[in-house]
T-cell receptor
Framework: ETGVTQSPTHLIKTRGQQVTLRCSSQSGHNTVSWYQQALGQGPQFIFQ???????GRGNFPPRFSGLQFPNYSSELNVNALELDDSALYLC?????????????FGPGTRLLVL | AQSVSQHNHHVILSEAASLELGCNYSYGGTVNLFWYVQYPGQHLQLLLK??????LVKGIKGFEAEFIKSKFSFNLRKPSVQWSDTAEYFCAVNPFGNEKLTFGTGTRLTIIP
């Protein structure tokens, strides 16, 4: 157990809808990263939040957005859902230390878009 | 942009066999290197990591990995596997000071009792 929790565990949406996924970081961690893991693939970096600001973004369109709260928990929002958004969404928390950062992952939210 | 290659997509071994999973990355600067494991039905767990120093790092459950800078490699090894090692293994890299962790496509390891 890493102490990183995510909700919900599973979600079914239809194309065009919007979804919000939530993540609580491990105690003592101030950084949250989000990843998308399609079936049979490795996780792909979406973005990272550090002290409530976006701190780096991968190759995902603007309809993927996020927030980080003062308690370091985070949300991932996806607008205008597409079928290809079906995936496991992973949250990872970490603490920035002199460029050496270890990310600890939560169990993920499995999203199915119909 | 950095990339990570895991050439073994599916490895099948008998219990007590030795294991080596390949990982190569493309990035010219200083990197941090990781191996994560995903057991069936469980979340990604950190197996081991390399930041600097001794290029041979030891992780949990008897796993180790060797960083060979000249070959841009970070192969995972275990001298004697167990049935419980059946899982998906991911190699990941991020440049020093960069937040983006780049993963390989993973290697599925199946251990036959």
């Amino acid at each position: 157990e890493t102490g990183v929790t995510q909700s919900p565990t599973h979600l079914i949406k239809t194309r065009g809808q919007q979804v919000t996924l939530r993540c609580s970081s491990q105690s003592g961690h101030n950084t949250v990263s989000w990843y998308q893991q399609a079936l049979g693939q490795g996780p792909q970096f979406i973005f990272q939040y550090y002290r409530e600001e976006e701190n780096g973004r991968g190759n995902f369109p603007p309809r993927f957005s996020g927030l980080q709260f003062p308690n370091y928990s985070s949300e991932l929002n996806v607008n205008a859902l597409e079928l290809d958004d079906s995936a496991l969404y992973l949250c990872a928390s970490s603490s920035k230390e002199r460029g050496q950062e270890t990310q600890y992952f939560g169990p993920g939210t499995r999203l199915l878009v119909l | 942009a950095q990339s990570v290659s895991q050439h073994n997509h599916h490895v099948i071994l008998s219990e007590a066999a030795s294991l080596e999973l390949g990982c190569n990355y493309s990035y010219g600067g200083t990197v941090n290197l990781f191996w994560y494991v995903q057991y069936p039905g469980q979340h990604l767990q950190l197996l081991l990591k390399y930041f600097s120093g001794d290029p041979l790092v030891k992780g949990i459950k008897g796993f180790e990995a060797e960083f060979i800078k000249s070959k841009f490699s970070f192969n995972l090894r275990k001298p004697s596997v167990q049935w419980s090692d059946t899982a998906e293994y991911f190699c990941a890299v991020n440049p020093f000071g960069n937040e983006k962790l780049t993963f390989g496509t993973g290697t599925r390891l199946t251990i036959i009792p």
